[in-house]
């Protein structure tokens, strides 16, 4: 193939992104004009953040897929994830509540970033500049995830 492998992960990843980016537009519509949440902050910050988030978890699942040898197998790699993201990110327990080992947990997921984010941008009306450093974070992330899926399929190939 002409592509090179950056290309080519990119490209398996470009239309999940397009079709995330949407459904979350598309939630953030339903969740201002169904059921009248008003958005404080900017809607531009609010789709920056969900895009970058995105783009992270898209190129987790892709490095597990990289690792996984059938599609059970990647499920249930995917359920480590799942499930801390859920506990320990602070969408159900407030962070500063937890013990020191759980809060370390959850400041290695993405979740974590995206949901202080959201919450600081539609409830707070934050602009990115007030929480560079959480997209920083959640960019590091990605950018590292995409590096490590680049790598991998390398090695799968030769």
């Not at 979350?24 to 895009?51: E, K, N, Q, R």
């Not at 959201?118 to 500049?129: H, K, V, W």
């Amino acid at each position: 193939s002409p592509l090179s492998r950056w290309g080519l992960m990119l490209g398996k990843l470009t239309p999940y992104l397009c079709l995330g980016v949407t459904m979350a537009a598309g939630l953030f519509a339903i969740m201002h004009w169904l059921f009248d949440v008003p958005i404080a902050g900017s809607l531009v910050s609010l789709m920056a953040a969900t895009l970058v988030y995105i783009f992270c978890l898209l190129t987790l699942g892709l490095l597990l897929s990289t690792r996984a040898q059938n599609q059970m197998q990647a499920l249930q790699m995917s359920m480590v994830f799942i499930m801390p993201s859920v506990f320990f990110s602070g969408f159900i327990f407030p962070r500063e509540t937890m013990p020191a080992i759980f809060w370390w947990i959850g400041a290695c997921l993405p979740t974590t970033y995206f949901i202080e984010l959201a919450r600081a941008i539609i409830l707070r009306g934050a602009t990115l500049g007030e929480f560079a450093s959480h997209l920083v974070v959640l960019t590091g992330m990605g950018i590292g995830l995409f590096a490590l899926c680049v790598l991998r399929f390398r090695q799968k190939m030769g």
